[in-house]
């Protein structure tokens, strides 16, 4: 379902057996999702990895709360950053080509960004991918602060991770 006409654009952090950020981005009416290791950066060409992970249905996208233990991502979701996005030219053609160029309206991330694939190798079992900011008014300078650390609640409840897994318990 599309914010106000565009594509919609989500991050939840994800408390998981190894914590990361999933990144997803609404295309053919699914999320393509990355799983970002150690979240993006919004310092201009800094290079966060981003495993590409399963499509995720549109009903997944305000999921917030704690996945039981024992289930396929067990752990506490976050929904740490929503809007929308928008792609350079074709973004199946930009994504089958393995770089894609967007930009993001989102309440913690904005401007350009770009998704490039790296060169698959032997067995790997998920894609990786490089989630970069491009040079611009949102973008921040080497050592300004980070995102992640500045604004670690969810853009749903305001909750802390912590908060989150106390009120499910
Ligand atoms: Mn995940």
Redesign the pocket.
Known sequence: MPDGGGLIYRV?K?A?RRL???FRLELGGVLK?W?VTRGPSLIAGERRLAVA?EDHGMDYADFEGVIAPGSY?A?V?LLWDRGTWEPDGNPAAALASGSLAFTLHGEKLAGRWRLMRMKPRPRERHVSWLLIKSQDAAARQPGAPDILDERPRSVATGRTAEEIAAAAA
């Open positions: 939840q994800h998981a990361h950020y999933d999702s799983a992970v991502g752990g979701v």
